[in-house]
């Protein structure tokens, strides 16, 4: 039970820091921001654009997005290739932040449904071993029983209790995880579109 306790506490320190990176600090209106960012790359004004992405740069989308405007800024003649590498670059570097820690949710999940097996296992081992003891009374054999059984049953609870959570938030932050990704991936390569067939 103490290993299902650390287990639970793991769980959900990893819970709360990972929604908050994924929903909270991460997650931007993709189509909103995007709108504002081809109003402006439209009109030429890229520092303005430059400025808005800083304003939401803690935001996924917006910190590949400025990678890319940033290139388009600094120099006189872009080609697409140039704008693509910066845009890559930006992506390499918000993806594994955005996925970071989520797997060990699953891997919490699996361990807690084994370490509740195991308890299971011990529990049963308890309760057949009171039974087979010589010298022992019927009510003490009863009493020693029912302690194994408990021990089974409790920490088969406790660990799907665990588990099923787990798994829960986990694919819930993965789906998310993978929405903002697709998010940049077709953002990026809209914007790129626009700004080269803008030069």
Not at 41 to 65: H, P
Not at 77 to 94: A, P, W, Y
Not at 122 to 140: H, M, N, Q, W
Request: charged letters at 20%.
């Amino acid at each position: 039970m103490w290993v299902l306790l650390v287990a639970a506490i793991f769980m959900v320190a990893i819970a709360i820091e990972r929604a908050y990176y994924v929903m909270v600090r991460s997650n931007i209106n993709a189509t909103k921001f995007m709108a504002e960012i081809r109003k402006l790359v439209k009109a030429g004004d890229y520092k303005k654009a430059l400025s808005l992405c800083n304003s939401a740069r803690n935001k996924a989308l917006a910190q590949v997005v400025m990678a890319g405007l940033r290139k388009v800024s600094e120099s006189d003649t872009i080609d697409f290739r140039s704008i693509q590498n910066s845009v890559d670059e930006g992506t390499l570097e918000v993806i594994p932040k955005l996925q970071e820690r989520t797997g060990y949710l699953a891997m919490i999940a699996n361990v807690a449904t084994l370490v509740g097996l195991m308890g299971t296992i011990y529990g049963l081992i308890g309760a057949f071993k009171s039974v087979s003891a010589p010298g022992i009374d019927a009510t003490e054999k009863s009493r020693m029983l029912a302690a194994g059984i408990s021990v089974a049953m409790n920490t088969t609870l406790t660990g799907l209790s665990i588990a099923v959570p787990s798994i829960l938030i986990y694919t819930f932050l993965h789906n998310k995880t993978v929405k903002i990704i697709d998010e940049i991936d077709e953002h990026t390569v809209k914007l790129i579109n626009l700004i080269t067939g803008n030069q």
